[in-house]
């Protein structure tokens, strides 16, 4: 079992930046793939990007493709989001997630833990 603990998150501008970071328990966390999704109000929880074991393999949502990069230091045991020009529409609670298995895959479902969610707000 894993314990996810995210941080990071914010109020930033439009254009600006933040780094989320996402804390596991757990002595097994490299055998984890690791998920980031995303939730805004009154929509469905939806995925941003995954990370597989080593981070040598790496998925994201085709709207955040080239602003935001995920990566994973499994001696600390944490996974990270670099978010870059950020905008508006990237508003919403910050979820980190994690799933047994060999691929990173884009469904919630599929993920058997989560953290409780970071907020980031990006204004106009």
């Known amino acids: 079992q894993v314990q996810l603990v995210e941080s990071g998150g914010g109020l930033v501008q439009a254009g600006g930046s933040l780094r989320l970071s996402c804390a596991a328990s757990g002595r097994t966390f490299n055998r984890y793939i690791m998920g980031w999704f995303r939730q805004a109000p009154g929509k469905e929880r939806e995925f941003v990007a995954g990370i597989g074991w080593s981070g040598a393999g790496t998925l994201y949502q085709d709207s955040v493709k080239d602003r935001f990069t995920i990566s994973r230091d499994n001696a600390k045991n944490t996974v990270y989001l670099q978010m870059n020009s950020l905008k508006p529409e990237d508003t919403a609670v910050y979820y980190c997630?994690?799933?047994?298995?060999?691929?990173?895959?884009?469904?919630?479902?599929?993920?058997?833990?989560w953290g409780q969610g970071t907020q980031v707000t990006v204004s106009s």
């Open positions: 997630a994690a799933r047994t298995g060999a691929i990173v895959t884009m469904r919630p479902l599929d993920y058997n833990y």
